[in-house]
């Protein structure tokens, strides 16, 4: 892809991370080196190189847990699915909520208003392509909304792409021959994204994984590298053109004294261009996906 003229945004998406209590049961308070992942409630965000934290409701005024399938279809869409279900929904979309991604997925929003390229920077394994998925993420979805193409291994080979353990030591493990990321590297190659594409999805979801594992261990090992790639993310990125917006689905990691996801808000943490205005905007999950057109198209 070639270099674009004008402006880009990364959206950056944690599964499973919550504004928790600044105790011992959060592992982003037990350990150090959290910066840019780690606040708490009642005390005043700072986040790194001047990032703007907006506490974000995934609750969407639905009694019950937050859950996966439908806090992620709000935040691609801008529709409170929660809502819609009566229910928050776990795991994978279901029929209703695919429909509704269908509809009005950011990517096809995106395509619609000319806003291109649009990519989902994660790679997939050989097994998705050659199996029939009998599950599918809201993010798979939301990429079959518009028709665009999903990144393979080659793609990560070359650097193009990342897997959702953006240092492929779980694809290693699995078998697959491809190199060691560091923090840095995959820093490099998701900064590329922000100079050849209008809007760049990466989707990270260990962290909800370790939550309901309750794993401190797991939390020590995964998340100093996973802030250390935002920080050196945003060191590589052009701040002037690109807005760089990190957010979750709903609390889990910050309470690792509970299996369930927690009742928390989300930090929505916003850097670079438009950060003032696109954060006075968001308020819950639904607010993301309208601010990130608004900021590609006007
Ligand atoms: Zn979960």
Redesign the pocket.
């Known amino acids: 892809m070639e270099v674009i003229e004008g402006s880009s945004v990364i959206l950056f998406f944690i599964?499973?991370l919550g504004i928790g209590d600044d105790d011992p049961q959060n592992p982003l308070a037990r350990f150090s080196g959290m910066e840019p992942l780690a606040y708490f409630k009642g005390r005043p965000a700072e986040p790194y190189l001047d990032g703007v934290m907006k506490p974000t409701d995934p609750r969407l005024g639905v009694d019950g847990r937050p859950?996966?399938a439908s806090g992620q279809t709000a935040i691609l869409t801008g529709v409170n699915a929660p809502q819609r279900l009566g229910y928050h929904k776990?795991?994978f979309p279901n029929g209703e909520l695919r429909e509704i991604i269908s509809e009005n997925s950011i990517f096809l929003r995106l395509s619609a208003a000319g806003v291109g390229p649009a990519v989902f920077a994660n790679a997939y394994t050989p097994g998705f392509f050659t199996e029939p998925q009998r599950w599918k993420s809201a993010t798979t979805c939301a990429v079959e909304a518009a028709g665009l193409p999903f990144r393979k291994l080659p793609d990560l080979i070359g650097r193009k792409a990342l897997f959702h353990d953006f240092t492929n030591q779980s694809l290693r493990e699995r078998g697959f021959d491809v190199p060691l990321f560091s923090p840095a590297g995959a820093a490099a190659v998701l900064a590329d994204f922000s100079r050849r594409c209008r809007f760049t999805l990466y989707e990270y979801?260990i962290t909800?994984?370790i939550?309901?594992a309750q794993d401190f261990t797991a939390a020590g090992i995964h998340l100093p590298p996973l802030a250390e790639f935002i920080r050196e993310t945003l060191k590589l990125i052009d701040l002037e053109k690109t807005t760089f917006i990190l957010t979750s689905d709903?609390g889990?990691i910050e309470d690792l004294s509970v299996r369930?996801?927690t009742l928390n808000d989300v930090p929505t943490v916003i850097w670079g261009r438009g950060k003032m205005e696109t954060a006075a905007r968001i308020a819950d999950l639904t607010d993301i996906a309208p601010a990130i057109i608004d900021l590609l198209t006007k």
């Open positions: 599964d499973g859950q996966s776990q795991g979801f909800d994984k939550g309901h709903h889990n369930n996801h």
